[in-house]
């Protein structure tokens, strides 16, 4: 019979990290960081995407479209949607803490 690992009774981890455990500093350091992130990853794919763009079709879109228009609102909204869900597990633990004891 093969044996079973139990599973951690530790807190909920995403990749590593401790998400239930974070504090508010925390919880707002690791949206930013999230929003930069996917900002520069959204800027690379874009830059490489105008690239082919305009070489493949003799276009003359302007690299910093790249920034304004696809890499910006994806880092913006991925750092609001981090900080709604960072914030309202924060809170909700802050709810629990408080209402326990």
Request: aromatic share 12%.
């Amino acid at each position: 019979m093969p044996a079973s690992i139990p599973a951690p009774n530790g807190p909920n981890r995403i990749l590593g990290l401790p998400l239930g455990d974070l504090g508010l500093f925390s919880s707002l350091l690791m949206a930013v960081a999230f929003g930069f992130l996917v900002f520069f990853a959204t800027c690379f794919v874009a830059i490489l995407g105008i690239l082919f763009w305009n070489s493949a079709g003799h276009h003359g879109v302007n690299m910093a479209d790249s920034y304004r228009y696809f890499a910006l609102p994806a880092g913006v909204a991925a750092m609001a949607l981090a900080l709604v869900v960072l914030l309202s597990l924060w809170a909700r633990r802050r709810f629990a803490d408080t209402v326990r004891g």
